[in-house]
């Protein structure tokens, strides 16, 4: 593995760790979006020198998330594995939880103490809501081209 292909895969693990991933999951993301063709969980295991566990888990979640599929092999209960592209579905996924954190927010409205605590909350309020409508119009046009 190269330097320049280390480096992209580590910071992967970084990036999807802090989205409450395993960093072992978005390092394996990493290296599957650079390979080629599809792979065995054993070559993840020996490519990125990670346990059996923690590559079984990485690709679990990663088919759960839309990031990657598995293809089974005829005659053997081995599976081979790729990725999908799928970075959509993560977005969406998030976008959810963002929507589920403004629900809660405005649950709250009643509860504030003041005008000065109800703005606040309003504006932390918009603010998620903006964040949310803007995603969802990149997913839109993402989704044309």
């Known amino acids: 593995m190269s330097t320049e292909h280390e480096q992209f895969v580590n910071a992967m693990g970084d990036t999807l760790a802090t989205w409450n991933l395993p960093r072992a999951t978005g390092r394996v993301y990493g290296d599957l979006l650079l390979r080629g063709e ?42 081979l594995v790729e990725a999908t592209g799928g970075f959509e579905q993560l977005l969406a996924a998030s976008h959810e939880r963002t929507r589920a954190f403004v629900r ?40 044309r081209s």
């Open 38 to 79: 599809a792979t065995s969980a054993e070559q993840l295991r020996t490519d990125l020198s990670l346990s059996s566990g923690a590559v079984s888990t990485a690709i679990r979640e990663l088919v759960s998330w839309g990031l990657a599929r598995t293809i089974p092999q005829p005659g053997s209960r081995r599976l």
């Open 104 to 143: 809660t927010l405005r649950a709250a409205e009643d509860l504030t103490e003041n005008a000065h605590a109800a703005t606040r909350l309003r504006d932390v309020t918009d603010l998620f809501t903006s964040y949310v409508d803007a995603g969802e119009h990149v997913l839109r046009n993402y989704s």
